[in-house]
């Protein structure tokens, strides 16, 4: 600690570290190193009492509607919640959000605050204001891709929707909201939008890129109507699958699939229209050199393939030289 108003007095405030690297200060203040020599990440924390770092949010939700608030704090693990409505504990409501399912007219005016404890005190939110509308949200449509739609690398998807409101009756593009969301495997990217003010639309799906055929696309569209209401809704568009093989002659050498060594015979998922690319490097082997003669589909030594329909088989042909 470096301290400028009393002649630059520099104070050491953590010991034994063996090679930082690097040094980051997340939202609650703790710092957070790299420490090379220990091939590790480690956290400097201030033992303190608890601070509130984010207010809950004034909800306004339609009867019959879901408000969830949350709170944002930091201070000395462990930090325990208590959620109170008017002032008084909910029981049960002790994790950083707070939901209220199915609100009722007599719920408009709560107000709703989290107070946070630890070993070294304790400190309490602004409160939140629910506010109940007889409003009643809009109901989503989307009209295109159909539910359970498939894919091709490379296809360009149209997308299109509409929404109705109690009140209002069919809502303007103006009200639509568009997101389209990548999940791959048990995580997700975000991949377009949010498209805001249209109806319709399009967008290609990358030929190139992430190779995993456990992938899929989910298309969300939301409508909010001119009082806040809000719905929303959903299409998956799930990949064409097909199974590649990698072969070789003799069987049992290295090949390449992307760039990274495979041992043939090597079988894999691919989403049709994906571009892969195949290798079929020089080696040597129990003092045997092997060398690239062909392969099955009539590619250079190192090509890409452009994903087919239908399951397919590549042969990778070498030459054996004996050994010396």
């Not at 048990?186 to 399009?202: D, K, Q, R, V, Y």
């Amino acid at each position: 600690m470096l301290a400028p108003a009393n002649g630059n007095q520099v104070t050491t405030f953590a010991t034994g570290l063996s090679s930082p690297v690097d040094l980051r200060v997340s939202a609650d203040g703790s710092l957070y190193y790299l420490d090379r020599g220990q091939s590790s990440v480690y956290r400097v924390r201030f033992t303190s009492a608890p601070s509130i770092t984010q207010h809950p949010q004034d909800q306004t939700v339609p009867v019959g509607g879901n408000a969830t608030f949350t709170v944002g704090a930091s201070g000395a693990p462990p930090l325990a919640y208590q959620w109170q409505r008017n002032s008084v504990d909910i029981s049960g409501a002790t994790s950083a959000s707070y939901t209220l399912t199915g609100v009722q007219l007599q719920d408009d005016g709560a107000l709703f605050r989290c107070r946070v404890n630890n070993a070294f005190g304790s400190t309490v939110s602004n409160p939140a204001r629910l506010t109940v509308s007889n409003n009643q949200a809009p109901t989503v449509t989307i009209s295109a891709p159909a539910k359970g739609g498939r894919y091709n690398a490379g296809d360009t998807i149209t997308f299109s929707g509409s929404a109705s409101d109690p009140e209002q009756g069919p809502l303007p593009a103006s009200a639509l909201n568009w997101t389209v969301i990548f999940h791959h495997d048990a995580h997700t990217h975000p991949f377009l939008g949010p498209l805001t003010g249209i109806a319709s639309g399009t967008f290609t799906i990358p030929d190139a890129g992430e190779t995993s055929a456990n992938v899929f696309y989910r298309i969300h569209l939301t409508a909010t109507d001119s009082a806040g209401a809000q719905s929303s809704a959903f299409v998956d568009l799930l990949p064409n699958v097909v199974m590649l093989a990698l072969l070789s002659e003799p069987s049992g050498l290295q090949l390449t699939l992307d760039g990274q060594p495979v041992i043939s015979p090597f079988t894999t998922l691919s989403v049709v229209g994906m571009t892969r690319s195949l290798g079929a490097p020089t080696q040597r082997i129990d003092k045997s050199n092997y060398s690239f003669l062909s392969w099955s589909d009539g590619g250079a030594q190192t090509h890409s393939i452009r994903t087919p329909s239908v399951d397919t088989t590549y042969t990778a042909i070498f030459r054996r030289r004996g050994r010396k």
